[in-house]
């Protein structure tokens, strides 16, 4: 069974950057796609950004591009979100997910951290 933690959210004020990390656990790291949610309050879970397995590409969503980088430590099985000049939309729960290369949809899901973002 997978098992993903997600750390590193906290307050912080517009402008300011945080990295998120999300460790991984219970099976071959390298078999599984990584993405970043994100949930705020009201509204629908949103993509943030997707990674391959072997780091080989990424993907982001409009609002965070340019902004937000996303990456992955093989050795470490760790994804981590890089999240520069942050914005008070940016607000939310973000989460990490784990998809086998196979799969349609994501299959398993870390228990969120928090990221608020101050004006």
């Known amino acids: 069974q997978v098992q993903l933690v997600e750390s590193g959210g906290g307050l912080v004020q517009a402008g300011g950057s945080l990295r998120l990390s999300c460790a991984f656990s219970?099976?071959?790291?390298?078999?599984?796609?990584m993405g970043w949610f994100r949930q705020a309050p009201g509204k629908e879970r949103e993509s943030v950004a997707v990674?391959?397995?072997?780091?080989?590409?990424?993907s982001y969503e409009d609002p965070v591009k340019g902004r937000f980088t996303i990456s992955r430590d093989n050795a470490k099985n760790t994804v981590y979100l890089q999240m520069n000049n942050l914005k008070p939309e940016d607000t939310a729960v973000y989460y990490c997910?784990?998809?086998?290369?196979?799969?349609?949809?994501?299959?398993?899901w870390g228990q969120g951290t928090q990221v608020t973002v101050s004006s």
């Open positions: 997910a784990a998809r086998r290369d196979t799969s349609y949809s994501y299959d398993y």
């Open positions: 990674i391959g397995w072997s780091g080989g590409w990424t």
């Open positions: 219970g099976r071959s790291f390298t078999t599984y796609n």
